[in-house]
């Protein structure tokens, strides 16, 4: 029961903020004439129901005359039932589509937000997968969620109209048993409720480990789906290793995991259909076994009525059974729900990691230089890794970060870059300032070729000529008539040319603030040179931070800065100055 409510807690959490939005009012309008819809479909199985009685009454009695009425009013209902069906199918489709779309928006904002999908990778695994989060997930909560809520909405109406039904019929069709007639008011409602409510605990007790079945399963697909990208992604290394036996070996144990869990859900779903299965069937002779020794024992009944009976006992114990119908949905249902609730509590925590007064935080500074007054950066696990104190990066000056391998230099740059919330202190940035990070691997966007520079910019901020002449400054004029080709472009382009465009996409931007993580280490140290030289040309302005081992690179910085070892961790501290070219 605890899980149910905490269930129905986070559907609540999820599904209002849809109803409280920009797109309430056609979503309200859409969901109240879908509710409206139900109720008259439920209305006209009472309708049918009652017919039944008529219908075949008059077959028995082989009344022609009030056959062909009957006929005549089945028609009418039928098409009734036939277009009402259809606009119920089209508008639970439209709100599913708008519905989805909204929340699809909604979590690609809060998760591609100022680096909050970065930061949710460093809270932990909570959110797993995110792409299966926003594509599968979402499409099944919405679909399983209109589906159940209109479906219990169903069988909570057809419970109230048709037991009253069948409560009238039972005071005038009495209970025979052994040839005796024995007066039980509403016998036949009280067999569905006990048939229904046995058959739901079983079905409880037999289906209730599907729930963490599903999840799990839904968890194993995702990471089998992700290590199949991340192959792809890395063909050429893989190939170049020679590692096709290695990934087999890890994408056949993951998947092996997959089969593991499915035959788990197979196992359960088998023993779970062999009751439901079973209690289906038994329903059906069920209410004729009340009701037939009247039929003809003690003859108190018309065909008519003892068909209305049985139709109107359906009815109340399928109400009474949605939970038993509805179980296997059920259970993939709040698997999803539980993911849904993960994803948005790892949001949750992402933010509130980065709201966190106690972490590493951003204020405006004084005057025009980025500064580090009193700063540590830690890991996630708490140990200090770099410390800085009353360390500047002043307008328009180069300089050079040294450090052994491990030490920390990048994950300084990302907490300046305001992505690493880990320690404590203020990292101090002019306002309004630009700053750009570029890492060893730049990171190019499928597409074409024009939107990868000018990337995170938009290709229409950057002209086409303009593009071709950073192209061909830095040394890729063989590219500068392909800016409209679409392609996987850190796939094709060796490193060394991603890299090239990388400092084509800085000259592009001229950020204030330029942080080079060894953004030029896998060129030759002439190529390397001749770009740090356009740098000056091009941006003279801009304050140039790099992380480097090569000595060629004290050439080009005006200020060397090394991390040193400071008990347990590494320090900032100024090197001695050496002359820029």
């Known amino acids: 029961m605890n899980n149910i409510r905490s269930t129905l807690a986070s559907v609540w959490r999820i599904a209002k903020p849809y109803f409280n939005s920009e797109d309430k ?17 439920v209305g006209l199985d009472v309708l049918i129901n009652q017919w039944r009685n008529r219908f075949y009454t008059a077959l028995q009695d082989k009344d022609w005359d009030t056959f062909k009425r009957e006929m005549l009013v089945f028609c009418m209902l039928a098409a009734a039932a036939v277009v009402l069906g259809i606009y119920q199918l089209y508008l639970n489709q439209w709100l599913q589509i708008r519905w989805r779309n909204w929340m699809t928006s909604k979590y690609l904002r809060e998760w591609v937000h100022g680096a909050n999908h970065y930061r949710m990778q460093l809270v932990g695994d909570a959110a797993d997968n995110p792409d299966q989060r926003i594509t599968d997930d979402i499409k099944l909560f919405v679909g399983q969620t209109l589906a159940i809520g209109i479906g219990l909405l169903n069988a909570v109406v057809s419970l109230a109209s048709f037991v009253v039904i069948l409560w009238g019929l039972s005071t005038i069709l009495p209970l025979v048993l052994f040839g005796v007639d024995i007066s039980i008011p509403g016998y036949l409602v009280w067999g569905a409720i006990i048939y229904a409510v046995l058959g739901t605990a ?4 037999i289906g209730s480990p599907l729930v963490n079945l599903n999840f799990d399963q839904q968890r194993l697909e995702a990471d089998f789906r992700f290590n199949l990208v991340r192959v792809r992604e890395n063909a050429e290394q893989i190939a170049l290793l020679k590692g096709e036996s290695a990934e087999r070996e890890r994408l056949s144990e993951r998947f092996g995991r997959v089969i593991g869990n499915w035959y788990g859900i197979m196992s359960r779903t088998k023993r779970l259909t062999a009751f439901t299965g079973t209690y289906a069937q038994a329903a059906v002779v069920f209410p004729f076994a009340l009701a037939g ?5 003690s003859k108190t009944v018309q065909l008519g009525a003892l068909i209305q009976i049985a139709e109107a006992f359906g009815k109340v114990q ?26 948005e509590g790892s949001i949750a925590a992402a933010e509130k990691l980065a709201d966190d007064p106690a972490s590493i935080h951003a204020k405006p500074a004084s005057g025009g230089e980025i500064a580090l007054p009193q700063l540590l ?9 770099v410390s800085a ?11 050079l970060v040294t450090g052994p391998s491990g030490a920390g230099k990048s994950t300084l740059f990302r907490a300046i870059a305001g992505i690493w919330p880990y320690g404590n202190g203020a990292i101090e940035i002019p306002a309004n300032a630009t700053l750009m990070m570029l890492p060893q691997r730049p990171y190019l966007p499928i597409g074409s070729l024009h939107d990868a520079v000018v990337y995170p910019g938009e290709a229409a901020q950057f002209d086409a000529k303009r593009v071709r002449d950073v192209l061909t400054a830095v040394g890729l004029p063989q590219f500068s008539t392909r800016l409209d080709e679409e392609a996987h472009w850190n796939r094709m382009l060796s490193l060394g040319e991603q890299q090239r465009l990388g400092i084509a996409r800085a000259l592009l931007h001229v950020p204030q603030f330029l942080f080079l993580d060894e953004a030029t280490a896998s060129l030759d140290e002439p190529s ?5 030289r356009l740098i000056d040309e091009e941006l003279p302005k801009t304050t140039v931070v790099s992380i480097g081992h090569r000595s060629t690179l004290d050439a080009f910085h005006q200020r060397s800065i090394a991390l040193v070892r400071d008990g ?12 820029a070219s």
């Open 528 to 532: 390397e040179a001749a770009l740090y």
């Open 377 to 385: 950066v830690k890991l996630p696990n708490g140990a200090p890794l």
């Open 293 to 297: 020794p009247a039929y003809f024992v």
């Open 318 to 343: 399928d109400a009474l059974s949605f939970f038993i119908s509805a179980y296997r949905t059920m259970a993939e249902w709040r698997a999803v729900v539980a993911r849904l609730d993960g994803f």
């Open 389 to 399: 104190n009353r360390i500047s990066f002043r307008p328009g000056e180069r300089a």
């Open 568 to 579: 347990d961790h590494f320090a900032l501290r100024e090197a001695a100055r050496v002359t």
């Open 25 to 41: 009012w056609p979503g309200r309008i859409l969901l109240a004439t879908l509710i409206a819809m139900e109720l008259v479909s």
């Open 202 to 205: 079983l079905t409880q007790w």
